[in-house]
T-cell receptor, first 113, second 117 residues
């Protein structure tokens, strides 16, 4: 069973609307949680990195939250743009892992005009 | 451009062939990685090198052999290709990842789509 589960699997939203993606993980303990954006045909690009002691981190219109007690994270996209169409991947890093990250399967977001 | 680059971007080959994928980073990073992204989009780490030394070697077939001639390059050689090897392979790099929970952003290359016929 994968240790990082994301929902929904896919999402269609209208341009200008907001949306929230969910990530539940069982990796414990963990060092940090990351959200990546992967455009079609490209490599993932880091959006946010949060340590276990951080609750929220923003990067422009992207805001990630973390609840280490319930082992949940969310990524909120504000005022979506067409360029936000991509797969958003939640990634958890155990401590002492030498960069060995645990990846979720991603949420595919499609923003329509 | 400062980046992680991979060649080729697409690779189509027959079963049983041997092929290599090259990766180079000019970010001055100490650590490089190879990932495999399967059809379900999961990214799984295969190997990691730190200053040319292997530090992560996941349970991949020994037909896969990484080679790091210097810390800016990490190439992936695959022998006797099989149908199940078809996937997108990503190279990535970061500053040295520590054991103590420190973290460094991983920068990914554009990927190499390998298709084995």
């Amino acid at each position: 069973k994968n240790q990082v589960e994301q929902s929904p699997q896919s999402l269609i939203i209208l341009e200008g609307k907001n949306c929230t993606l969910q990530c539940n993980y069982t990796v414990s303990p963990f060092s940090n949680l990351r959200w990546y954006k992967q455009d079609t045909g490209r490599g993932p690009v880091s959006l946010t990195i949060m340590t276990f002691s951080e609750n929220t981190k923003s990067n422009g219109r992207y805001t990630a939250t973390l609840d280490a007690d319930t082992k949940q994270s969310s990524l909120h996209i504000t005022a979506s743009q067409l360029s936000d169409s991509a797969s958003y991947i939640c990634v958890v890093s155990p401590p002492d892992s030498w960069g060995k990250l645990q990846f979720g399967a991603g949420t595919q977001v499609v923003v329509t005009p | 451009d400062t980046a992680v680059s991979q060649t080729p971007k697409y690779l189509v080959t027959q079963m049983g062939n041997d092929k290599s994928i090259k990766c180079e980073q000019n970010l001055g990073h100490d650590t490089m990685y190879w990932y495999k992204q399967d059809s379900k989009k999961f990214l799984k780490i295969m190997f990691s090198y730190n200053n040319k030394e292997l530090i992560i070697n996941e349970t991949v077939p020994n037909r896969f052999s990484p080679k790091s001639p210097d810390k800016a390059h990490l190439n992936l050689h695959i022998n006797s290709l099989e149908l199940g090897d078809s996937a997108v392979y990503f190279c990535a790099s970061s500053q040295e990842e520590g054991r103590g929970g420190s973290y460094n952003e991983q920068f990914f290359g554009p990927g190499t789509r390998l298709t084995v016929l």
